[in-house]
């Protein structure tokens, strides 16, 4: 039996959760289609989720939010050269969590997505060039763009899935423009698909993996951790979700960094920002929560959950402080995203500014040995639950924005 739309958009929205059924995310709609996307706000800000609808056999969704409100002060389309475009760019994203410009060189940064978005390089251009950042294109060996597999037969053009792609590859050329970057492309929204490939972009190279999409929890997972994850020295990025306190896998994963998401916003004090735990209701906001069944990593210390504790650090993800994304596949050229999506790929890049992680070592750990080197978010919630930690920002570590956000790369290196 076939559910609704809005069937399936109520799903969808309450993705990893604990009450989710898994078979709730499998609802079909063609593989390039976008179907009446619910549109959600708070205060004067509104959007949509790019994934509002899977396609047939999905069961992930990704996380990125496309902003329907913003007024652009650009040309909708190409390059406004005496003119910024809405949402925060690469300078507001240094600033913000100090790092150092013009980085990523010697690295290669991998982005996993499903579905292809066949505009991806040309976008991926116009961004770069709009903002003053160095080219990157196929044709000089800097961006690759492959299957599940490694090979160039790409997977079926995907409208929702290609904001998400476009929402990537930005926010790794803004952190580490100097990166090579890989966009592995699965084949349909899948674990085993998406895990396939994982291991394909740590195969051609890649030491820093940015996975910006999640769903359900189930008893597979700890078969998904050593068939997908467990790559050593590799640092692996997983958004934790855009449903609000609930754990969600891959970030569930000990073998993942999770990252969770702030609002980020520009103020009168030394650091010139300050960032909360981004929450818009009880169904929407930065995810977090206690895994039913990843074992705890040795790492990870704190007491309210016997197993894996999401999420380990946080970057901005509120859509009301969004960044500035360009997307012409299923977009309207400039546009401004959120969601825990934009969070993963900004710690992906600021892994790489770090440097290498060392052989055999497991990346995700590194910002626990390195507390003091990082943005302490204490205000703000993302639900109900107890302890309160889990779901309340405070001193020290909590559940929706780990360890804090990117002071500097210290703490990203090991």
């Given at each position: 039996?076939?559910?609704?739309?809005?069937?399936?958009?109520?799903?969808?929205?309450?993705?990893?959760?604990?009450?989710?059924?898994?078979?709730?995310?499998?609802?079909?709609?063609?593989?390039?289609?976008?179907?009446?996307?619910?549109?959600?706000?708070?205060?004067?800000?509104?959007?949509?989720?790019?994934?509002?609808?899977?396609?047939?056999?999905?069961?992930?969704?990704?996380?990125?939010?496309?902003?329907?409100?913003?007024?652009?002060?650009?040309?909708?389309?190409?390059?406004?050269?005496?003119?910024?475009?809405?949402?925060?760019?690469?300078?507001?994203?240094?600033?913000?969590?100090?790092?150092?410009?013009?980085?990523?060189?010697?690295?290669?940064?991998?982005?996993?997505?499903?579905?292809?978005?066949?505009?991806?390089?040309?976008?991926?251009?116009?961004?770069?060039?709009?903002?003053?950042?160095?080219?990157?294109?196929?044709?000089?060996?800097?961006?690759?763009?492959?299957?599940?597999?490694?090979?160039?037969?790409?997977?079926?053009?995907?409208?929702?899935?290609?904001?998400?792609?476009s929402l990537d590859l930005d926010m790794v050329s803004a952190i580490a423009p100097n990166a090579h970057i890989v966009l592995v492309e699965a084949?349909?929204?899948?674990?085993?698909?998406?895990?396939?490939?994982?291991?394909?972009?740590?195969?051609?190279?890649?030491?820093?993996?940015?996975?910006?999409?999640?769903?359900?929890?189930?008893?597979?997972?700890?078969?998904?951790?050593?068939?997908?994850?467990?790559?050593?020295?590799?640092?692996?990025?997983?958004?934790?979700?855009?449903?609000?306190?609930?754990a969600q896998y891959p970030a569930a994963s000990k073998y993942v960094t999770a990252v969770g998401g702030t609002a980020l916003k520009r103020d009168?004090?030394?650091?010139?920002?300050?960032?909360?735990?981004?929450?818009?209701?009880?169904?929407?906001?930065?995810?977090?929560?206690?895994?039913?069944?990843?074992?705890?990593?040795?790492?990870?210390?704190?007491?309210?959950?016997?197993?894996?504790?999401?999420?380990?650090?946080?970057?901005?993800?509120?859509?009301?402080?969004?960044?500035?994304?360009?997307?012409?596949?299923?977009?309207?050229?400039?546009?401004?995203?959120?969601?825990?999506?934009?969070?993963?790929?900004?710690?992906?890049?600021?892994?790489?500014?770090?440097?290498?992680?060392?052989?055999?070592?497991?990346?995700?750990?590194?910002?626990?040995?390195?507390?003091?080197?990082?943005?302490?978010?204490?205000?703000?919630?993302?639900?109900?639950?107890?302890?309160?930690?889990?779901?309340?920002?405070?001193?020290?570590?909590?559940?929706?924005?780990?360890?804090?956000?990117?002071?500097?790369?210290?703490?990203?290196?090991?």
């Amino acid at each position: 039996m076939r559910t609704s739309a809005a069937a399936r958009r109520t799903a969808l929205a309450v993705a990893g959760t604990a009450a989710l059924a898994l078979s709730a995310l499998t609802t079909a709609a063609p593989a390039g289609a976008v179907v009446d996307p619910q549109v959600r706000g708070q205060g004067g800000t509104s959007w949509v989720r790019a994934c509002d609808t899977l396609a047939h056999g999905d069961t992930v969704a990704c996380h990125a939010l496309r902003v329907t409100s913003t007024v652009e002060p650009v040309a909708a389309f190409g390059v406004s050269p005496h003119l910024t475009p809405a949402g925060y760019g690469p300078s507001d994203l240094l600033s913000a969590y100090k790092l150092p410009a013009n980085g990523g060189a010697g690295t290669t940064i991998a982005i996993v997505d499903a579905y292809n978005d066949p505009n991806a390089e040309a976008d991926m251009a116009v961004y770069r060039s709009q903002y003053g950042l160095p080219a990157c294109t196929k044709a000089s060996g800097c961006f690759k763009q492959v299957n599940q597999s490694g090979g160039s037969t790409l997977p079926a053009n995907n409208t929702g899935w290609a904001g998400e792609i476009s929402l990537d590859l930005d926010m790794v050329s803004a952190i580490a423009p100097n990166a090579h970057i890989v966009l592995v492309e699965a084949s349909s929204a899948t674990m085993a698909n998406l895990g396939t490939a994982v291991n394909t972009a740590v195969g051609l190279g890649a030491k820093y993996v940015s996975n910006s999409y999640g769903g359900s929890e189930s008893s597979a997972d700890t078969s998904y951790d050593s068939s997908y994850f467990n790559h050593p020295g590799v640092a692996i990025t997983v958004s934790s979700g855009d449903s609000a306190y609930g754990a969600q896998y891959p970030a569930a994963s000990k073998y993942v960094t999770a990252v969770g998401g702030t609002a980020l916003k520009r103020d009168s004090s030394t650091r010139g920002w300050s960032e909360s735990v981004w929450l818009t209701n009880s169904t929407e906001g930065t995810g977090s929560g206690c895994s039913k069944y990843d074992a705890k990593p040795t790492w990870q210390k704190d007491t309210g959950c016997t197993r894996r504790t999401i999420a380990d650090v946080s970057a901005v993800a509120d859509p009301a402080t969004g960044v500035a994304v360009y997307q012409t596949y299923g977009g309207s050229g400039w546009a401004v995203y959120g969601g825990t999506s934009a969070a993963a790929p900004i710690i992906a890049g600021v892994y790489a500014l770090g440097g290498a992680p060392s052989s055999g070592s497991s990346p995700a750990s590194f910002p626990y040995a390195h507390t003091s080197a990082l943005f302490d978010v204490t205000t703000g919630s993302n639900g109900s639950c107890s302890p309160t930690y889990l779901c309340k920002a405070g001193t020290g570590y909590d559940g929706p924005t780990g360890l804090g956000t990117p002071n500097g790369t210290t703490a990203f290196k090991g």
